[in-house]
């Protein structure tokens, strides 16, 4: 089971004030799963970290890190999964790491590295369940349908 106390004090260990201020896991396909941010950040600020997250991803995943220069700072961001060597597939999260330019992107990337790999030995066992898409479920009969 994931706990997300643990991931929030395991986010938290790789902040390094004042310049690496923020740190967020989040699934591939771009949903929030947990986030460390000292001082405390807007959630909308949040939201719109984990949407370029997303997208420098999507770009950059054939290099294996993404980085970016924004309005928001720098952002790396890694995947969280056990590397198997052939580089194919969706990693089982992302990890993104938000600072100010204080912060090298080596740093950055050293200190992102160090905490995927250790995200990644706990997340492994649960792979089969983060990588399978859900079946959705079927729809309750609304009260549209059942007049006619």
Known sequence: MLVLSTLYSLLSQVLSQPGLHTAVLLTPTGQLVSVASEPSRPKDEIRVLVGLA??????????????????????????????????LGSPLMLLALNSTDAVSWEESQKRGRLLAGHLAKSLTKYRDF???????????PTLATLVR
């Open 130 to 140: 983060l990588a399978l898409p859900r079946a959705m479920p079927t729809a309750s």
């Open 54 to 87: 997303g997208e420098v991803w999507q770009e950059t995943k054939g290099d294996g890190v993404g980085m970016v220069e924004s309005e928001m700072g720098r952002i790396v961001v890694l995947p969280v999964d056990e590397d198997d060597g052939t580089g």
